[in-house]
């Protein structure tokens, strides 16, 4: 799901109310996971901004993604093999992780509008955060699969 980049006002408000200076690495931690759809993990992120920013540590990154978690302008979609995976698009959506290579992708949901509204229905209480994650195997490792398998038979 992609959206409009969030202001450095708002980024900024964030950052105080956690205690912390919006600094430069801390923006480019968040405007780098805002430009992807991939839902990277710490250490991806951490790789994709060390050659723009040598200085910047895994530690740095750790603690801006948690600082952000808790203020609400990200969330951590999945764990996948023990690393929590993160999107800056916090509004409701749904998911998709393959269990093979571990890439996750927003579903569509203008295939499904209307799930969301629908399972709020059936509550009690008050909801603060949505979910839904689905997961198997992508189009591209079961395809890889039937050929092994095919190879295998041949
Ligand atoms: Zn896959
Ligand atoms: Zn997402």
Redesign the pocket.
Known sequence: MRKRPTSKKKLRTVFHAAGMRLTKQRLAIYRELESRVDHPAVQQLYLAIKPRMPNISLFTVYRTMNALESAGMVLRVATWKGHARYDATVEAHAHFL?E??G?IDDVDDEQCPDIMPMLVHGVRGTINRMDIMMSG??A??AARAKQEAEAGSA
Do not use: A, D, H, S
Request: proline share 0%; net charge neutral; hydrophobic share 0%.
């Open positions: 393959c093979t290579c890439r195997q992508c591209e490792c």
